[in-house]
């Protein structure tokens, strides 16, 4: 849901018919390499937030993916004990370090944010090596087919929507941060229980 609010619904015929006519098979290997892009960042912060178990495995599964997975397409490191883990980026570092949450805000084009996460994204930015791709046509390309895999992944969670969207959508998005922060250490209301990765997918 964290994205719900920055691909508008003006994406969502398009998203609708890319599920359609696109077979899942190709669908999933656009998932994996943009997956496996965007790991650069996550090993960044795995480093930064001084946790090496993750910042190996993040390490080994982009090796591993990007050589013998045809540069992420096929995800070829989950058969080798690397499975897929959760996304770090730098607003959780912050979170890390001390920094405290702020406000719940609501950034135009990129959606659910805290002042924290809004003061990490520009350094995410500059880590991610899609951005820095020269050639125009290829650039354009890979924003929108992520833009596109974003808005289509999120279609089967639409029928979660419920009440005022703007407070689901909000504590959906605030719980998520909470559980990525904590590695999957979370409190709830009747005492602390870990939750696995599937219980916020």
């Known amino acids: 849901f964290g994205q719900v609010v920055a691909a508008r619904d003006g994406a969502r015929p398009v998203a609708v018919f890319y599920n359609r006519a696109v077979p899942e098979p ?3 290997g656009a998932h994996n390499v943009l997956e496996n892009m965007d790991k650069p960042v ?8 001084g946790n090496p178990s993750h910042a190996l495995q993040t390490f080994a599964r982009t090796l591993t993916n990007t050589t013998l997975g045809i540069g992420g397409l096929l995800d070829v490191a989950q058969y ?10 730098f607003g959780q570092t912050l979170a890390v370090w001390g920094v405290g949450q702020g406000p719940y805000l609501v950034l135009p ?3 659910p944010s805290t002042v924290r996460d809004g ?4 350094i995410d930015w500059y ?10 046509p290829t650039d354009n390309t890979v ?3 992520s833009l596109l895999n974003t808005r289509a992944e999120l279609l089967p969670l639409e029928k979660n929507l419920t009440g005022d969207k703007y407070v689901f959508i909000r504590d959906v998005y605030l719980q998520r941060r ?18 696995g990765e599937d219980d916020f997918e």
């Open 178 to 195: 909470d559980y990525l922060i904590n590695n999957g250490k979370v409190d709830d209301d009747f005492g602390t229980e870990d939750f």
């Open 119 to 122: 003061l990490g994204k520009p």
């Open 26 to 28: 190709f669908r999933l």
């Open 127 to 136: 880590t991610d090596p899609t951005n820095y791709i020269d050639h125009v």
């Open 42 to 49: 996550t090993f960044a912060n795995d480093v930064l937030q």
């Open 109 to 111: 084009f990129l959606g």
């Open 143 to 145: 924003k929108g087919i």
């Open 80 to 89: 080798m004990n690397l499975p897929a883990d959760a996304r770090a980026d």
